[in-house]
């Protein structure tokens, strides 16, 4: 297994920089060791750790080339096993940032992360999904910095940082950490956006295009659950150019359209369950203008004509936030085109936001009569080795008062993987199913399905933001 890591250092004194993992959080014991790298003109530098065990908590930190750390900062994390795996994930989205970009952005520092964090060091989650709106920025203006700038506010919460650095993140932006609210592909700070995330998330080698300013759309496998993180904002059409129902309306360029059919039937060659990640509410009323799922309705039923062509409903359950509520339906709503499982989790940090539906539960938004919650959702994928895999979706409230939790949504359900092959199998499945896919990555798949991990670090000189995704620090 490998960990890329990408460190930004501010104030570097350096020419070149070691990152250094161990099992030990005293690195008592250093048991690996990157080659040196240097920081690029925004203080960034990658790194590169291989050879890690399966199954193992490893601690990591930033070291000068001498070996001699950059504070006494450690972050940590914890390999996954491919095959049948059984483990937790938290997901949520939106979280409170003052709205004016630049390097004083503040951003929400609120007790939910202090939970999430202890959730990761007791080992009751292994990763975490951001559904988006990191921050509320709205950037317009073509400045990578400006996103830089926003990210390192998010990073230097020290609640945040503390959340962070306990365990891996995966990420997929939503409008206010893209561009404007509701933004589209004609957003006048689309390359800067995408230029700022494929520069500092680490997991930019699984990205499934390479271009500079191609949508940072991407997959990765853990255990038999294959999680499809589609991008449903740099390549849409500004809501409400054609009506819902036309097919002009779309959410997905072609591109990314068909490498995600191909990553749902890689999943169903490889017995694999699937895990959309879809920022925005799939379910919704058709509208034009709208800005879910309801304003580009053609483009949803060609998803689920898909669907239903190639058998995949009993495989698929829908992670989403945007909403500022937990919800579940089990696929009867009478909005829920393609009667998929849909789970949402928000906000961990704003004012509460019903939207969509109606749902089997939900919308819930307990605010402790403040207006505002504090919620995420946590899904548990049980594999017994059996055809079917059981999910288990909790929707948790951190009350603003006393700030416990509790759950407001307890539900399982099971979802068809099919029997499961070795790994061997599954890496070379997977390579010729999804690599005939435009715009889709072979090596990546190949990476991921060997257990394979990436890491962000986001380090500054003596206050230092460890951000990694699939594994996220912050250096404090």
């Excluded at 490998?2 to 930004?8: D, G, L």
């Excluded at 920022?279 to 709208?290: H, R």
């Excluded at 580009?296 to 500022?324: K, P, T, W």
């Excluded at 829920?336 to 989790?345: F, I, W």
Aim: glycine share 6%; hydrophobic share 35%.
């Amino acid at each position: 297994m490998t960990i890329n890591i990408t460190a930004k250092i501010l104030n570097a004194s350096d020419n070149f920089y070691i990152a250094q993992c161990s099992i030990f959080n005293n690195f008592s014991i250093i048991n690996l060791t990157s080659s040196a790298a240097s920081v690029d003109n925004f203080n960034l530098a990658k790194f590169q750790i291989s050879n890690l065990l399966p199954n193992t908590k490893y601690y990591v930190r930033i070291c000068y080339s001498n070996g001699v750390p950059i504070d006494n900062y450690v972050g940590s994390f914890k390999t996954p096993v491919s095959g049948v795996y059984s483990f937790k994930l938290g997901f949520a989205s939106c979280s409170f940032s003052s709205s004016v970009p630049g390097p004083g952005v503040t951003a929400s520092n609120q007790i939910i992360y202090d939970r999430i964090a202890q959730k990761a060091i007791n080992n009751e989650i292994d990763l975490f999904l951001h559904l988006g709106d990191m921050h509320y920025s709205d950037i317009s203006t073509n400045n990578e910095a400006l996103f830089h700038q926003s990210y390192d506010g998010v990073f230097n919460a020290p609640r945040q940082n503390n959340c962070w650095k306990n365990l891996p993140m995966y990420y997929m932006w939503d409008d206010h950490d893209y561009g404007p609210n509701d933004g589209s592909k004609l957003n006048p700070s689309r390359n800067a956006a995408i230029a700022a995330y494929r520069r500092r998330v680490p997991y930019s080698s699984i990205l499934a295009k390479n271009g500079n300013t191609d949508s940072p759309y991407y997959s990765f496998v853990r255990g038999r659950a294959r999680f499809i993180v589609t991008d449903i904002r740099s390549e849409r059409e500004e809501k409400g150019t054609y009506p819902s129902t036309d097919s002009r309306q779309q959410v997905l360029s072609p591109d990314q359209k068909s490498w995600f059919f191909s990553e749902m039937l890689a999943a169903k060659n490889n017995s694999q369950i699937i895990v959309w990640v879809n920022t925005k509410p799939w379910i919704s009323s058709t509208g034009d203008g709208k800005d879910d799922w309801g304003g580009y309705h053609a483009a949803r039923l060609e998803i689920v004509d898909f669907i239903n062509q190639n058998n995949l409903r009993d495989r698929i359950v829908i992670l989403s936030g945007d909403m500022h509520a937990l919800a579940f339906d089990d696929g009867s709503s009478i909005n829920n085109y393609g009667s998929l499982k849909v789970c949402h989790a928000a906000a961990l940090d704003q004012q509460a936001r019903p939207k969509g539906g109606p749902y089997t539960l939900g919308p819930i938004t307990n605010d402790s009569g403040t207006g505002w919650v504090t919620q995420y959702g946590v899904i548990e994928i049980n594999d017994t080795g059996n055809t079917s895999i059981n999910i288990n979706f909790k929707g948790i409230v951190v009350s603003k008062i006393d700030f416990t939790e509790s759950i407001a949504i307890d539900v399982s359900f099971d979802l068809i993987a099919g029997i499961p092959i070795s790994s061997s199998s599954s890496s070379s499945s997977s390579s010729s199913s999804s690599s005939s896919s435009s715009g889709s990555s072979e090596g990546a798949d190949q990476q991921i399905l060997c257990g394979s991990i990436v890491s962000f670090i986001n380090v500054c000189h003596n206050k230092q933001n460890l951000f990694v995704n699939p594994l996220s620090f912050l250096y404090k």
